[in-house]
């Protein structure tokens, strides 16, 4: 082969019958590319082709998705300036009114008793009413006041006071959609699947939640409760009820609940009377509640109940009774003979 060396031949690899002798294959070498002549050439510009094409498939789909991505975030932004901006302006103005009251009740350390003397609580069942129990060490800022709303519990207060006001807890719960953190919250949200709960959430919001903020928004009145130690049965409250269409305190004081609860053993002739088994909690939490309330309704003139009304409650129930109706008199006790005859 032309350029490779001479090689020395066995003498049965030689010329033999008019054939050519064999010699070992061995590659030419192109001299200028530095390479065998039979190695295959790559096509080199049919492979960038490729890479390129790839990468554009690839680029092309994440433009796509941001362009998506940035365009969902558009649309639940322009939602939030247009369609709930108003929305919006009116329940934060009205939260932040809420707050500022609370604050100032809490400023303004035990209150003294006052009460509006045209005040009539049960005139107030007719109107809407919102009602929030806090501690009073919570009631310090805006941010302290939501987050001890959000960890309201029911209680027996307003029951015992014959209404039923919205919970305040709900303000903060279901109006979170309409606040700047949550706006912010649309705005940095780099995950797109992240950014399509927050689509979904925020579509159920505005259908469900907006009617309900709307009617705590119509809310005529206004009844706080601070809490001064960590329950009620030890330790006092002080009692905040406002005028929300007047801006108008209507009642404030500070008040010890002093309720018991009364276990009462009902008998009937012919059936064993079981002996109960424990000590029953007279000090439960129902019991002051109400005492609680008896007391505000004191405040406003009404006779609040206490261990010495039972006259008051028998005399009431016989003014009760229908006309020619005598209440039946309790029997004596078993054991005891009846009372002679006059």
């Given at each position: 082969m032309p350029g490779s060396a001479d090689l020395a031949l066995p003498d049965d690899m030689t010329e033999q019958d008019g054939r050519p002798p064999?010699?070992?294959?061995?590659?030419?070498?192109?001299?200028?590319?530095?390479?065998?002549?039979?190695?295959?050439r790559?096509?080199?510009?049919?492979?960038l082709i490729g890479i390129v094409g790839i990468g554009g498939i690839f680029g092309g789909y994440y433009v796509r998705r941001d362009q998506r991505h940035e365009a969902l975030r558009a649309q639940m932004l322009q939602l939030h300036e247009t369609q709930l901006a108003e929305v919006q302006e009116r329940y934060l103005a009205f939260r932040r009114g809420l707050a500022e009251r609370v604050m100032e009740a809490h400023e303004g350390g035990a209150p003294e008793t006052y009460a509006d003397p045209r005040l009539n609580i049960a005139g107030l069942r007719a109107g809407e009413g919102l009602?929030?129990?806090?501690?009073?060490?919570?009631?310090?800022?805006?941010?302290?006041?939501?987050?001890?709303?959000?960890?309201?519990e029911s209680d027996a207060i307003t029951r015992c006071l014959g209404m039923a006001p919205m919970s305040a807890r709900g303000l903060w719960e279901r109006g979170h959609f309409l606040t700047p953190e949550y706006v912010d919250r649309i705005r940095d949200e780099e995950d797109e699947m992240d950014l399509r709960v927050l689509d979904d959430q925020l579509g159920r919001q505005v259908q469900v939640d907006t009617p309900v903020v709307l009617s705590m928004l119509q809310a005529d009145w206004f009844l706080l409760v601070l809490e001064q130690g960590d329950n009620r049965r030890?330790?006092?409250?002080?009692?905040?009820?406002?005028?929300?269409?007047?801006?108008?305190?209507?009642?404030?004081?500070r008040i010890q609940g002093r309720g018991l609860l009364v276990p009462v053993r009902i008998r009937f002739e012919g059936v064993d009377n079981p002996r109960y088994?424990?000590?029953?909690?007279?000090r439960s939490g129902g019991a002051t509640d109400c005492s609680i309330a008896s007391q505000i309704l004191a405040l406003t003139g009404r006779e609040g109940v206490e261990f010495e009304s039972g006259e008051?409650?028998?005399?009431?129930?016989?003014?009760?009774?229908?006309e020619g109706e005598v209440a039946e008199e309790p029997a004596p006790p078993?054991?005891?003979?009846?009372?002679?005859?006059p």
């Amino acid at each position: 082969m032309p350029g490779s060396a001479d090689l020395a031949l066995p003498d049965d690899m030689t010329e033999q019958d008019g054939r050519p002798p064999l010699e070992p294959a061995r590659p030419d070498v192109a001299e200028a590319e530095g390479r065998p002549a039979y190695a295959p050439r790559l096509p080199w510009k049919w492979i960038l082709i490729g890479i390129v094409g790839i990468g554009g498939i690839f680029g092309g789909y994440y433009v796509r998705r941001d362009q998506r991505h940035e365009a969902l975030r558009a649309q639940m932004l322009q939602l939030h300036e247009t369609q709930l901006a108003e929305v919006q302006e009116r329940y934060l103005a009205f939260r932040r009114g809420l707050a500022e009251r609370v604050m100032e009740a809490h400023e303004g350390g035990a209150p003294e008793t006052y009460a509006d003397p045209r005040l009539n609580i049960a005139g107030l069942r007719a109107g809407e009413g919102l009602y929030l129990r806090i501690p009073a060490e919570w009631a310090n800022t805006p941010e302290r006041i939501e987050g001890a709303a959000l960890a309201m519990e029911s209680d027996a207060i307003t029951r015992c006071l014959g209404m039923a006001p919205m919970s305040a807890r709900g303000l903060w719960e279901r109006g979170h959609f309409l606040t700047p953190e949550y706006v912010d919250r649309i705005r940095d949200e780099e995950d797109e699947m992240d950014l399509r709960v927050l689509d979904d959430q925020l579509g159920r919001q505005v259908q469900v939640d907006t009617p309900v903020v709307l009617s705590m928004l119509q809310a005529d009145w206004f009844l706080l409760v601070l809490e001064q130690g960590d329950n009620r049965r030890d330790h006092p409250v002080d009692v905040f009820l406002w005028d929300l269409n007047r801006d108008q305190l209507l009642l404030k004081s500070r008040i010890q609940g002093r309720g018991l609860l009364v276990p009462v053993r009902i008998r009937f002739e012919g059936v064993d009377n079981p002996r109960y088994e424990g000590t029953p909690q007279l000090r439960s939490g129902g019991a002051t509640d109400c005492s609680i309330a008896s007391q505000i309704l004191a405040l406003t003139g009404r006779e609040g109940v206490e261990f010495e009304s039972g006259e008051q409650l028998e005399a009431a129930a016989a003014e009760d009774a229908p006309e020619g109706e005598v209440a039946e008199e309790p029997a004596p006790p078993a054991g005891e003979p009846d009372a002679p005859s006059p």
